[in-house]
């Protein structure tokens, strides 16, 4: 599983099986991040993995392939997948957009609603559409 592509719909379908099963976290598993995974079974007497995994779901659905990719097929056996794809022109629009992006993104981390590691994953992901 390590040289191939993580489905987005496979992904999903692990996240929302996460809801209803007692065993939640697998596709933090399948996504490669067994860390992830552990907490959730760890927790899984608890409903926030389930919770969690439905947030997921729905979020790894709202992505288009390609922003799925980048978040989760990026590793360094696949990087001849992105050499190949063209980087978007950063035009000033999607500038302001990722800056505001940004902005929203501190203001969660300075009310507490996310961790630091979480603000730090999410800034290199937004500031790496910019490049």
């Known amino acids: 599983m390590l040289g191939k592509l ?8 692990l996240a929302f099986s ?5 065993i939640a ?11 992830w995974g552990v907490l959730y079974l760890l927790l899984s007497w608890t409903p926030i993995p389930r919770v969690a995994s439905a947030i997921e779901g729905v979020w790894y659905l709202a992505q288009d392939s390609e922003e799925f990719d980048r978040n989760f097929n990026q590793s360094e056996g696949n990087i001849e997948v992105f050499a190949a794809t063209p980087n978007q022109s950063a035009t000033p629009n999607r500038v302001g957009a ?4 940004l902005r929203q993104l501190d ?18 992901q937004l500031l790496n559409k910019i490049v």
């Not at 996460?18 to 007692?22: A, E, L, N």
């Not at 976290?25 to 860390?35: C, I, T, V």
């Not at 990722?98 to 992006?101: E, G, L, S």
């Open 98 to 101: 990722i800056a505001d992006a």
């Open 107 to 124: 203001d969660l981390r300075q009310d507490g609603l996310i961790s630091e590691y979480e603000f730090e994953q999410k800034r290199r």
């Open 18 to 22: 996460g809801t209803v099963i007692p």
């Open 25 to 35: 976290g697998l596709h933090k598993f399948y996504l490669g991040q067994p860390l």
């Open 6 to 13: 993580k489905s987005r719909k496979i992904a999903a379908l």
